[in-house]
């Protein structure tokens, strides 16, 4: 099928680009001796998955527990749960996963760690355990130093869970003009000082994970970290373009869409809006726009409705006509991938794969 | 089943608010003669769709073609495409929805009316057309004058379509201090010159349409319309409250949330993000807070990430701990239903129906 008969809006992905994304990074995790365990939340398609352990990564990475249930049919090992599951019925789905991977999860309070202890005694199974440590975020994650310890000696304490080491989001390092090198030296110092730590109270960390997509190249310079989980290097966005990690041409995934209006002089409507896109800002800035549009990279897609995107193509330098297809690299892909049934894969011109998004909409 | 038992995050519906609602604004409707054809994009639900019917509803609207197709099965005898359709398989998929249900799509360009009218004279179909008009939200529709009049006419010589009159979205009208009366008179004054307009040209609008949730009230203010198409009113949310249009016991859906990490001191972080509620902010002010913690309403729920909601609870006055539930009613409930595969209707404490959400991510 040619890519111009996929009714849009829809996700298209350039499986060459795809393709070198992911090699790209398999060959720097090894390089650098980091193990890589991706997040699968930017693609939560298992056929992916599977794709990602063949070029050599450990391990998949989920959020929700639904999500597990998806991805460990890519016939992952190993599954890493980045969130602490909480309440009986999530952990009974967990116990059912960890019969076909080994799963580890990441928690960060005794309350966590507890139930899952008791839902690992009561399924006779084994759980891997990560302390959640906050490297400067504020999201989740004990603070490091005495807090982290005592969650951890709790931890090894906790019959059914052992304790594999810790695990941070550096999710507030952007990048910006230096690569996000400054930060990346302070996040350094944190961890080197949280290992000595630990080092000291005579705990052994054999995990130590971090590292996103923005940081992703600078992994090597944090001593100590051995393990990246990172997601939207897969397909990459706006948002790893802003953050200097990539170039437009390293993105991979673009939302095909159609103009439905151009009554408005100066404006056209396409037929995406936060149904298709989000409503993502850009990342840091705040920035009120939506994405790139390659084919007219000085339009500014500046709003969007549920349906309507609206963007500004004064300063296009062509004109539109209703009828016009178009595409844009979307700010946040992700959250894009979550609100579309199925996606594409192409080369050239050519529909090679149609993906359902199994993992679309695990909330749960 | 109790209430409890549902795993988080989930969308609940109380079930004697929703019904309260719906028979609040069918009467409203009949009482000022206004035909009534609700947006169906609030609830996807062909169930709900129904119920609307049964209460007086002359018919349903969708956004989407995928939308028609779900949404016709509901049994209305009428559905409005309130989007232009553009591009050849979706138009010969909304010929099949129209052997079931008369159907009217509302456009703003002689471009969509001949693709329109080329694919029901295919069909051998008739199919009804509303001529979009701007009033001021500048998204899309002509603006009222000249370039209406130009459109209607192309409209009338298009074979197999009938022109049945205007519609328009007064989507810029949020409400604020006065319930936005003065920018209600100003749309009255608006519609009433474009009908002169069309009556001096000796144009026939059998169906003048516009309205929304947050100026549904004053739609009898608005001399000369005849038909109004609210969608949110059924649930209602943070948005129509803030709109002055209802009160938060008016609020039918809420997002039953648990909290997963107290790790930093003066913060929850509850375990639905972007992913369960969308990232759209509060409308018109922009105010970047995603939510009423109906717990405790002085929590303020600032941020999110896709599975992240972060909560300052500094002034909440009361205490969290890992494991609570809370309920959360949404800035914007339209676009959260779009993200949950089934939501649960409620009375009391006992959940009483579990509806898919047949409706969900129909982008094409």
Excluded at 245 to 260: N, P, R
Excluded at 323 to 339: E, T, W, Y
Aim: aromatic fraction near 4%; glycine fraction near 12%.
């Amino acid at each position: 099928m040619h890519i111009s008969e996929i009714e849009t809006p829809a996700i298209m992905i350039d499986l060459d680009i795809m393709e070198r994304n992911l090699r790209r990074v398999a060959e720097y995790a090894r390089h650098h001796d980091l193990r890589l365990r991706p997040h699968t939340k930017t693609h939560k398609i298992p056929a992916l998955g599977r794709m990602q352990i063949e070029l050599g990564a450990v391990g998949l990475t989920v959020a929700k527990v639904g999500e597990a249930e998806v991805m460990v049919t890519s016939g992952t090992p190993d599954l890493l749960v980045a969130y602490p599951v909480i309440g009986r019925r999530k952990l009974e789905r967990l116990m059912q996963v960890a019969r076909a991977a080994r799963v580890t999860v990441a928690l960060d309070s005794v309350a966590a760690a507890r139930q899952l202890s008791d839902a690992a005694r009561e399924a006779q199974a084994a759980i891997g355990v990560l302390a959640e440590v906050d490297a400067g975020m504020g999201r989740v994650g004990v603070a490091p130093g005495e807090e982290l310890l005592q969650l951890i000696r709790n931890l090894e304490r906790l019959p059914h869970l052992s304790f594999e080491g810790i695990e941070f989001y550096p999710g507030h390092i952007r990048g910006g003009d230096d690569g996000g090198r400054k930060e990346i030296d302070r996040l350094g110092a944190v961890v080197g000082e949280m290992l000595a730590g630990l080092r000291r109270a005579g705990i052994e960390a054999r995990i130590v994970g971090g590292g996103s997509t923005p940081t992703l190249f600078h992994s090597h310079l944090v001593a100590g970290m051995n393990e990246i989980r990172p997601g939207t290097y897969i397909f990459n966005d706006k948002n790893t373009v802003v953050a200097g990690a990539c170039a437009y041409d390293d993105c991979a995934a673009s939302i095909h869409v159609t103009v439905v209006s151009i009554a408005r002089p100066g404006q056209i409507i396409i037929d995406g809006g936060s149904k298709t896109f989000s409503s993502d800002r850009l990342g840091g800035a705040g920035e009120a726009t939506f994405g790139r549009l390659v084919e007219a990279p000085d339009a500014v897609f500046v709003k969007l409705n549920e349906e309507h995107g609206y963007v500004d193509v004064r300063r296009a330098g062509r004109d539109f006509a209703v009828g016009d297809r178009l595409r844009v690299i979307p700010n946040h892909i992700c959250v894009a991938m979550n609100l579309h049934e199925q996606v594409y894969g192409f080369r050239g011109e050519t529909v090679e794969q149609v993906w359902k998004v199994e993992g679309r909409g695990k909330l749960q």
